[in-house]
Nanobody, 123 residues
Framework: QVQLVESGGGLVQAGGSLRLSCVASGHTLSNYAMGWFRQAPGKEREFVAAITWNSFSTRYADSVKGRFTISRDNAKNTLYLQMSSLKPEDTAVYYC????????????????WGQGTRVTVSS
């Protein structure tokens, strides 16, 4: 069983930056594809970014492309999301997810989830 814990959220002004982290325990992440999703109030959970187990491939939602960067450090069992040029519409709870086979934009394909970290971007 994989346990995921996100951190790094907070309140930031528009145009600012944050780096989210997701630390795994209970199992090494080195074999898992991983993703970031977010859920804004009153909206469904949406895909943000994904990365393969070996970091060879990444993909992003159009809304964050060029502003967000997903990365991972398998030696530290940690996934990151560097967020820059933040906008008020980026306000949401951000979740990391992991799966042995999924390299996917779809939340249903991920078996393991963290509890989320809240990001608030003020205008």
């Amino acid at each position: 069983q994989v346990q995921l814990v996100e951190s790094g959220g907070g309140l930031v002004q528009a145009g600012g930056s944050l780096r989210l982290s997701c630390v795994a325990s209970g199992h090494t992440l080195s074999n898992y594809a991983m993703g970031w999703f977010r859920q804004a109030p009153g909206k469904e959970r949406e895909f943000v970014a994904a990365i393969t187990w070996n970091s060879f491939s990444t993909r992003y939602a159009d809304s964050v492309k060029g502003r967000f960067t997903i990365s991972r450090d398998n030696a530290k069992n940690t996934l990151y999301l560097q967020m820059s040029s933040l906008k008020p519409e980026d306000t949401a709870v951000y979740y990391c997810a992991a799966d042995l086979s999924a390299y996917s934009n779809y939340a249903k394909n991920y078996a393991y989830w963290g509890q989320g970290t809240r990001v608030t971007v003020s205008s």
